[in-house]
């Protein structure tokens, strides 16, 4: 298999959010959450005013969730482009005699 740069591997969906799988803690949270969703689909079919809040109010949350996942990627990327310099400066690790130690 031919082995890709970092670049070329996000351009094919080789790393990064592509290669994360919902652990099953996760898939767990996630049914109770769709079960209490159900619950109170059903319970508020009968007040219209309240189930358009509470349809405002989810997708207010998924908004918030969506900006947030977005800072936390864009500041780990950062991150790791920052550690990538610091791991290509050899400056520090140059020996008397100009070899990289």
Known sequence: MKEYSAIEELL????G?????????????LAKLS???????DALREHPAAAARFSEYRRLQED???AETILYYKEGFRFGVR???DVADRSESV?????WE
């Open 95 to 99: 020996g008397d005699d100009g070899v």
């Open 35 to 41: 079960a209490i969703e159900d619950y109170f689909e």
């Open 83 to 85: 550690l990538g310099l």
């Open 12 to 15: 094919f969906n080789q790393c």
């Open 64 to 66: 918030l969730n969506s």
């Open 17 to 29: 959010v592509a290669k994360i799988k919902t652990s099953d803690e996760g898939r767990e949270i």
